[in-house]
Protein backbone atom coordinates (compact mmCIF):
# COMPACT_ATOMS: atom_id res chain seq x y z
CA UNK A 1 0.00 0.00 0.00
CA UNK A 2 1.47 3.48 -0.73
CA UNK A 3 1.09 6.61 0.54
CA UNK A 4 -0.87 8.04 -2.19
CA UNK A 5 -3.27 5.62 -1.98
CA UNK A 6 -3.99 7.31 1.77
CA UNK A 7 -4.71 10.67 0.19
CA UNK A 8 -8.13 11.79 -0.29
CA UNK A 9 -7.94 15.58 -1.21
CA UNK A 10 -6.03 16.77 -4.20
CA UNK A 11 -2.45 18.57 -1.91
CA UNK A 12 0.33 18.30 -3.67
CA UNK A 13 2.79 15.95 -2.15
CA UNK A 14 5.24 18.34 -0.97
CA UNK A 15 2.27 20.56 0.94
CA UNK A 16 1.29 17.30 2.16
CA UNK A 17 4.78 16.11 3.46
CA UNK A 18 5.37 19.75 5.12
CA UNK A 19 2.25 20.08 6.93
CA UNK A 20 0.31 16.88 8.05
CA UNK A 21 3.50 13.92 8.37
CA UNK A 22 5.27 13.35 11.36
CA UNK A 23 8.54 11.01 9.90
CA UNK A 24 10.35 9.11 12.28
CA UNK A 25 13.30 7.63 10.38
CA UNK A 26 14.95 4.42 12.57
CA UNK A 27 17.96 3.33 10.87
CA UNK A 28 19.96 1.58 13.92
CA UNK A 29 21.22 2.55 17.36
CA UNK A 30 22.51 6.14 16.65
CA UNK A 31 21.07 7.56 13.75
CA UNK A 32 17.45 8.78 13.98
CA UNK A 33 16.21 11.08 11.91
CA UNK A 34 12.40 12.95 13.40
CA UNK A 35 10.85 14.55 10.48
CA UNK A 36 14.18 15.16 8.40
CA UNK A 37 16.40 16.09 10.83
CA UNK A 38 19.07 14.00 12.98
CA UNK A 39 18.44 13.46 16.58
CA UNK A 40 20.65 12.20 19.03
CA UNK A 41 18.13 10.82 21.77
CA UNK A 42 15.45 9.07 19.54
CA UNK A 43 12.54 9.21 22.27
CA UNK A 44 9.92 11.32 21.22
CA UNK A 45 8.10 13.01 24.16
CA UNK A 46 3.99 12.77 24.62
CA UNK A 47 3.19 16.30 24.23
CA UNK A 48 5.13 16.39 20.95
CA UNK A 49 2.97 14.39 18.94
CA UNK A 50 -0.03 15.85 21.22
CA UNK A 51 0.96 18.85 19.49
CA UNK A 52 1.22 17.82 16.05
CA UNK A 53 -2.03 16.35 16.38
CA UNK A 54 -4.50 18.59 18.27
CA UNK A 55 -6.13 20.62 16.62
CA UNK A 56 -9.01 22.86 17.35
CA UNK A 57 -12.74 22.04 16.48
CA UNK A 58 -13.62 25.32 14.65
CA UNK A 59 -14.43 24.54 10.65
CA UNK A 60 -13.45 28.09 9.78
CA UNK A 61 -9.70 27.61 10.51
CA UNK A 62 -10.04 24.48 7.70
CA UNK A 63 -9.15 26.29 4.92
CA UNK A 64 -5.66 27.48 6.03
CA UNK A 65 -3.73 24.28 6.76
CA UNK A 66 -4.07 21.75 4.54
CA UNK A 67 -3.40 19.43 7.55
CA UNK A 68 -7.15 19.36 8.60
CA UNK A 69 -10.38 19.23 6.40
CA UNK A 70 -14.04 20.80 6.84
CA UNK A 71 -16.25 17.37 7.43
CA UNK A 72 -20.17 17.30 9.27
CA UNK A 73 -20.36 15.06 11.97
CA UNK A 74 -23.50 14.05 12.87
CA UNK A 75 -22.81 14.73 16.43
CA UNK A 76 -20.71 17.50 15.99
CA UNK A 77 -22.05 18.84 13.10
CA UNK A 78 -19.76 21.22 10.56
CA UNK A 79 -16.24 20.47 11.97
CA UNK A 80 -12.68 20.21 11.02
CA UNK A 81 -10.81 16.64 11.15
CA UNK A 82 -7.50 15.73 11.14
CA UNK A 83 -5.58 14.44 8.40
CA UNK A 84 -1.99 13.35 10.22
CA UNK A 85 -0.10 10.91 9.43
CA UNK A 86 2.58 9.27 11.35
CA UNK A 87 5.03 7.63 8.99
CA UNK A 88 7.52 5.33 10.43
CA UNK A 89 10.39 4.33 8.58
CA UNK A 90 12.26 1.38 9.81
CA UNK A 91 15.26 -0.55 8.68
CA UNK A 92 15.47 -4.31 9.58
CA UNK A 93 18.22 -6.63 9.02
CA UNK A 94 17.95 -10.34 7.85
CA UNK A 95 20.22 -10.93 11.05
CA UNK A 96 17.32 -11.48 13.45
CA UNK A 97 19.30 -10.05 16.70
CA UNK A 98 19.56 -6.20 14.53
CA UNK A 99 16.04 -6.61 13.29
CA UNK A 100 14.43 -7.32 17.39
CA UNK A 101 16.90 -4.56 18.54
CA UNK A 102 15.41 -2.52 15.99
CA UNK A 103 11.77 -3.08 17.22
CA UNK A 104 12.37 -2.77 20.56
CA UNK A 105 13.21 0.67 19.71
CA UNK A 106 10.32 1.40 17.50
CA UNK A 107 7.96 0.20 19.29
CA UNK A 108 7.78 2.34 22.17
CA UNK A 109 7.06 5.63 19.99
CA UNK A 110 3.92 3.59 18.88
CA UNK A 111 2.78 3.22 21.87
CA UNK A 112 3.46 7.25 22.73
CA UNK A 113 0.81 8.35 20.06
CA UNK A 114 -1.60 5.86 21.10
CA UNK A 115 -0.79 7.54 24.59
CA UNK A 116 -1.48 10.81 22.56
CA UNK A 117 -4.55 9.92 20.86
CA UNK A 118 -6.23 8.85 24.16
CA UNK A 119 -5.06 12.02 25.63
CA UNK A 120 -6.54 14.03 22.94
CA UNK A 121 -9.96 12.18 22.80
CA UNK A 122 -10.45 12.52 25.82
CA UNK A 123 -9.57 16.66 25.92
CA UNK A 124 -11.79 16.80 22.79
CA UNK A 125 -14.64 14.50 24.71
CA UNK A 126 -14.40 16.53 27.91
CA UNK A 127 -14.74 19.82 25.93
CA UNK A 128 -17.75 18.40 24.24
CA UNK A 129 -19.36 16.92 26.22
CA UNK A 130 -17.48 17.27 29.84
CA UNK A 131 -17.10 13.03 29.84
CA UNK A 132 -13.97 11.27 29.40
CA UNK A 133 -14.06 9.22 25.84
CA UNK A 134 -14.55 6.15 27.83
CA UNK A 135 -17.44 7.48 29.61
CA UNK A 136 -19.37 8.21 26.31
CA UNK A 137 -22.00 6.40 24.23
CA UNK A 138 -21.41 4.88 21.06
CA UNK A 139 -22.45 7.53 18.87
CA UNK A 140 -20.14 10.31 20.23
CA UNK A 141 -17.21 8.07 20.79
CA UNK A 142 -17.60 7.40 16.85
CA UNK A 143 -17.59 11.25 16.36
CA UNK A 144 -14.68 11.70 18.38
CA UNK A 145 -12.63 8.96 16.74
CA UNK A 146 -13.77 10.63 12.57
CA UNK A 147 -12.65 13.92 14.60
CA UNK A 148 -9.07 12.44 15.14
CA UNK A 149 -8.08 9.25 13.29
CA UNK A 150 -5.40 7.69 13.96
CA UNK A 151 -3.29 6.97 10.71
CA UNK A 152 0.58 4.62 11.25
CA UNK A 153 2.48 3.74 8.50
CA UNK A 154 4.76 1.73 8.85
CA UNK A 155 7.76 0.86 6.11
CA UNK A 156 10.06 -1.99 6.68
CA UNK A 157 12.63 -1.43 4.66
CA UNK A 158 14.58 -4.63 4.46
CA UNK A 159 18.04 -4.42 4.21
CA UNK A 160 20.08 -7.89 3.46
CA UNK A 161 23.59 -8.38 4.29
CA UNK A 162 25.64 -9.04 1.77
CA UNK A 163 26.69 -13.06 1.35
CA UNK A 164 30.60 -13.41 1.06
CA UNK A 165 32.30 -14.25 -2.05
CA UNK A 166 32.13 -17.14 -3.69
CA UNK A 167 35.32 -19.38 -3.60
CA UNK A 168 37.49 -19.51 -6.15
CA UNK A 169 36.81 -22.04 -9.05
CA UNK A 170 39.09 -25.91 -8.68
CA UNK A 171 42.00 -25.43 -10.85
CA UNK A 172 41.53 -26.96 -14.37
CA UNK A 173 44.21 -29.33 -15.49
Known amino acids: ?3 ESYQDDPYTISCVWTRNIFQY ?3 NDDTTLINKEYKKDNKVSI ?3 KNFINHPINADDAEEFPQFKRKFIDELNDT ?7 YIDCHFFTDTSVSI ?6 KPFIKNIHSAYKEVR ?3 AIKLWGLKFEMLNFKQKSAITQLHPIRILINPNKQYFKPPPAPPL ?3 N
Open 122 to 124: DEA
Open 25 to 27: SFI
Open 170 to 172: PPL
Open 101 to 106: TNWKTV
Open 80 to 86: VVSKQFF
Open 1 to 3: MTF
Open 47 to 49: NSI
